[in-house]
């Protein structure tokens, strides 16, 4: 699981990766077209293309010449879940320092610390 989520963040880390990404999710596309925005050649999309299939981000169909690529967004739900802990942790973060920092202005009475009003 460890090792997943590091190839999801080091395949994530690429703009044009997260373009691909995106992309695919418009459909499968071939090697060609996910490319095309990019200007570079098809042996430069293909280093692309296998770091995100070794995060298991997508995968590969080979027609004939043609290499299609699908879109896999299941590990991509691992890294949300690992995200959404410090979501959780910064929002309440947040919430705490808007709460002093009104009681500090003195838009709330001390009297209400840990109130959700």
Request: hydrophobic share 40%; charged share 25%; with cysteine.
């Amino acid at each position: 699981m460890a090792r997943q989520i590091d190839d999801v963040f080091q395949a994530l880390g690429s703009a044009t990766r997260r373009r691909m990404l995106h992309d695919l999710a418009g459909g499968p596309k071939p090697v060609g077209q996910l490319a095309e925005p990019f200007a570079m050649s098809l042996a430069a999309a293909s280093k692309h293309i296998k770091v995100l299939e070794k995060a298991g981000l997508i995968r590969r169909e080979v027609r004939g010449n043609t290499h299609l690529c699908h879109l896999d967004p299941g590990p991509l739900a691992s890294a949300h879940r690992w995200l959404s802990f410090y979501e959780t942790f910064w929002t309440g973060r947040l919430d705490e320092l808007e709460r002093l920092l009104r009681e500090e202005k003195g838009t709330i009475p001390a009297s209400q610390e840990g109130d959700d009003t």
